[in-house]
T-cell receptor, first 113, second 115 residues
Framework: LAKTTQPISMDSYEGQEVNITCSHN???????ITWYQQFPSQGPRFIIQ?????VTNEVASLFIPADRKSSTLSLPRVSLSDTAVYYC??????????????WGAGTKLIIKP | DAEITQSPRHKITETGRQVTLACHQT?????MFWYRQDLGHGLRLIHY???????NKGEVSDGYSVSRSNTEDLPLTLESAASSQTSVYFC??????????????FGPGTRLTVL
């Protein structure tokens, strides 16, 4: 089973680029990597998902090396409103009897003015 | 607008009591999930459902049960509440049958305290 490991916390400043890395050494062939953002007293919210190489959307980029044993969420030019907990999720592409969703413990990102 | 709601938002109960947490989604999604969230553990999957009358155990299912009688609802029951089940519970739903690759939409959570 894939186990995900991510830093407990990170600090940065407004306007900087922030990179959060997740380690998932035992990722399976069918697993995708998804990142979620969570604010206090709210449920997590989808940010981005990828399988390999690089994916970019309007809010973030996701870099996945060829061996897929890690992934890096990149947030460009962060603002105070990006202060949140960020979760890495590794999950199978197809439902099966041994299907599991493996969430990281979360990275608390604090953005300072 | 489509949404996913949970009730109650806060619940205090006593050890040994049966507790049911409600989850209702208007996305018309096939898949629904229940998670618990504890400090240092992130989210852990309790049960999930692919559709009506389908339920499956997640990694921390002991002491919990679910049933799916319609598309919109997946209630979570704690048969005999224990202090170890004090947690924040999140319900989520997703659209397709592809499981982990789908975008999950989360409810606001229920904070349960077992005394």
């Amino acid at each position: 089973l894939a186990k995900t490991t991510q830093p407990i916390s990170m600090d940065s400043y407004e306007g900087q680029e922030v990179n959060i890395t997740c380690s998932h050494n035992n990722i399976a062939t069918n697993d995708y990597i998804t990142w979620y953002q969570q604010f206090p007293s709210q449920g997590p919210r989808f940010i981005i998902q990828g399988y390999k190489t690089k994916v970019t959307n309007e809010v973030a980029s996701l870099f996945i090396p060829a061996d897929r044993k890690s992934s890096t969420l990149s947030l460009p030019r962060v603002s105070l409103s990006d202060t949140a907990v960020y979760y890495c999720l590794v999950g199978a592409a197809a439902w099966g009897s041994n299907y599991q969703l493996i969430w990281g413990a979360g990275t608390k990102l604090i953005i300072k003015p | 607008d489509a949404e996913i709601t949970q009730s109650p938002r806060h619940k205090i109960t006593e050890t040994g009591r049966q507790v049911t947490l409600a989850c209702h989604q208007t996305w018309n999604h096939n898949n629904m999930f229940w998670y618990r969230q504890d400090l240092g553990h992130g989210l852990r999957l309790i049960h999930y459902s692919y559709g009506v009358h389908d339920t499956n155990k997640g990694e921390v299912s002991d002491g919990y049960s679910v049933s799916r009688s319609n598309t919109e609802d997946l209630p979570l029951t704690l048969e005999s509440a224990a202090s170890s089940q004090t947690s924040v519970y999140f319900c989520a739903s997703s659209e397709s049958k592809r499981g982990g690759t789908d975008t999950q939409y989360f409810g606001p959570g229920t904070r349960l305290t077992v005394l």
